[in-house]
């Protein structure tokens, strides 16, 4: 709550008229009644981000099963449930803009991540499938924008390093999300030598890419070998 409250007074002094609403994105029900009051109290939303995301770090036998749902339910159930809330708007209007923040780890995997990885293929995927179906739909006016970064100073996830590239901060993946929602891109990656990285991996042999993943040294905190009993 502390959260939406310090962000809604930000824009407020940037001069917005601001009005926040605290929600669990991992219930359904919240987030459709949310959606309900800010379509009365407010009117039709015209650019949905879907950001909130949660993680655990952790061997897959050492991650709990409540940890493994939640992951789901926030990192892209939410984003079914935000999008069917506020998308027959946009498909009356034929106008707006939906947000996926996904992640790195949404094409790229990595060890003690699994479920995380997998949730955020499941949002580039939707991402992707959405873009899909707007367009079958001709609804041409509705954009889509993917935003996918490595990772960021934020304590999401605690002491991150990597040898190759850095860690990122706050502003300069804003500053990189809005210029993709402003031109209309379809992927955002942040740094953008991600797209260089994913063609590699398309191309080059196996063996190669071994070597390429220890030059990068990703690093960061997690339990290991805590066998889950549930």
Not at 3 to 15: D, F, Q, R
Not at 26 to 47: C, F, L, N, Q
Not at 144 to 164: D, H, M, Y
């Amino acid at each position: 709550q502390h959260g939406v409250e310090e962000t809604a007074a930000e824009c407020k002094s940037l001069g917005a008229t601001v009005e926040a609403f605290v929600v669990d994105c991992s219930k359904r029900e919240e987030i459709y009644s949310a959606a309900e009051k800010v379509k009365k109290e407010i009117g039709d939303v015209t650019i949905l981000v879907n950001n909130a995301g949660v993680i655990t770090t952790a061997d897959l036998l050492s991650t709990q099963d409540h940890q493994i749902e939640r992951m789901f339910e926030v990192n892209i159930l939410a984003h079914m449930w935000t999008t069917r809330a506020f998308l027959p708007a946009m498909m009356n209007n034929n106008y707006g803009h939906i947000v996926t923040v996904a992640s790195a780890a949404g094409h790229f995997v990595i060890s003690y991540m699994v479920a995380y990885c997998s949730s955020k293929f499941a949002a580039v995927g939707f991402h992707k499938a959405l873009t899909e179906e707007l367009s079958t739909l001709g609804k041409d006016g509705i954009k889509t924008t993917c935003l996918c970064p490595v990772f960021i100073n934020t304590g999401f996830v605690k002491n991150p390093s990597t040898r190759l590239g850095k860690i990122l901060e706050i502003e300069e993946v804003v500053e990189a999300l809005m210029e993709g929602i402003v031109t209309n891109q379809k992927m955002v990656f942040v740094p953008s030598n991600q797209s260089v990285a994913l063609l590699l991996e398309r191309v080059f042999p196996e063996r190669a890419l071994n070597v390429l993943k220890k030059m990068t040294d990703v690093k960061f905190d997690a339990v290991i070998g805590q066998r889950s009993t549930q």
